[in-house]
């Protein structure tokens, strides 16, 4: 396992009205993130929230590539993101202790935060397909080039771990500076993570580890 400092390139907000912020996607172009009762689209650019969506927000977030899917107490919707409309909704594997929100290999991933777990979750009927088993309490969860990322944070301690998809051991541990915490985690699908920094209701931009030669 190698254990490294987190390299925090970048803060966004906070953002008036934003108490919160929750589960983090990218879609491509915008940031979004769930700040309890909606989801706004930050533009990594200029660090300006470009719009809005009132719909409920309440932990991870994920985007397919067409849609937005997002934890909404006890359950995930699935929402356009043009309108806002709520198009299906299954329930959250955790009935509530859900918390990070990823989409890959046309599933959905989804954090269950005190349990330390990962479900592997049907999109269209929230059938848990398997479930991986971290040590450590799951926040964020993200997908990049095949590596397993999720966000952990107890207490003062949080950061990004990176584990085995087949037996949750841990490969990989990024350290936050203590007192940031990482609430929501996603891939730019390049070298940077977008973090969730939880009460602060800030979004912060952290630098991916270089992957290491097999």
């Given at each position: ?57 309440h932990a991870g977030t994920a985007f397919d590539g ?149």
């Open positions: 396992m190698t254990r490294a400092a987190a390299e925090v390139t970048r803060e966004y907000g906070p953002f008036p009205g934003v108490d919160r912020v929750n589960g983090v996607t990218f879609d491509g172009k915008q940031i979004w993130f769930a700040a309890g009762d909606k989801l706004s689209a930050l533009d990594p650019a200029s660090g300006k929230v470009l719009r809005s969506l009132d719909v409920a927000a067409q849609h937005l899917f997002q934890i909404a107490e006890n359950r995930i919707q699935k929402i356009d993101p043009n309108t806002g409309r709520v198009l299906a909704t299954i329930p959250a594997p955790g009935g509530g202790g859900d918390s990070g929100l990823a989409w890959a290999e046309g599933s959905l991933w989804v954090g269950q935060y005190r349990e330390r777990k990962i479900h592997q979750v049907d999109p269209q009927t929230g059938t848990i397909v398997r479930t991986i088993q971290s040590n450590r309490f799951v926040t964020g969860v993200s997908w990049i080039d095949g590596e397993l990322w999720h966000g952990n944070w107890e207490g003062d301690e949080s950061g990004l771990t990176r584990i085995d998809p087949a037996t949750g051991k841990v490969l990989d541990t990024v350290d936050m500076p203590t007192g940031l915490g990482v609430s929501g985690l996603e891939s730019d699908g390049g070298d940077q993570f977008f973090c969730g920094g939880g009460s602060s209701g800030k979004v912060r931009a952290v630098r991916r580890p270089k992957r290491r030669s097999r």
